[in-house]
Nanobody, 130 residues
Framework: QVQLVESGGGLVKPGDSLRLSCAASGLTLEDYAIGWFRQASGKEREGVSCISRWDDTLYADSVNGRFTISRDNRRNTVYLQMDSLKPEDTATYFC????????????????????????WGKGTPVTVPK
């Protein structure tokens, strides 16, 4: 079966870094766009960053310049490097895979809806205390 498994979350101080991983099985990662999304307690899920099948990348304004998305097709894994973390980054982070059109792909860094997503991971928590 298809699985997306996130890892790398944790509790870190403001200004610290984390690297999240999204490991895929049951699908070939290079055939999909992959997005990172986050949901804070009591808030709606929002798009963070995404990478296309052709390695185009997009970032939400809130993380632009601090986060970097990348993929390693040999390892069938997508990464999210998170630098200069802030308390407002505290959330559960999810990865997702799909085959959106270019127009729908750009919606993956908004507050939704996130059209074209076919598979979701279960999430990994990130906590940055004040």
């Amino acid at each position: 079966q298809v699985q997306l498994v996130e890892s790398g979350g944790g509790l870190v101080k403001p200004g610290d870094s984390l690297r999240l991983s999204c490991a895929a099985s049951g699908l070939t990662l290079e055939d999909y766009a992959i997005g990172w999304f986050r949901q804070a307690s009591g808030k709606e899920r929002e798009g963070v960053s995404c990478i296309s099948r052709w390695d185009d990348t997009l970032y939400a304004d809130s993380v632009n310049g601090r986060f970097t998305i990348s993929r390693d097709n040999r390892r069938n894994t997508v990464y999210l490097q998170m630098d200069s973390l802030k308390p407002e980054d505290t959330a559960t982070y999810f990865c997702a895979a799909g085959t959106p059109s270019n127009a729908l792909f750009r919606e993956w860094v908004t507050d939704g809806p996130f059209y074209g997503i076919e598979y979701w991971g279960k999430g990994t928590p990130v906590t940055v205390p004040k």
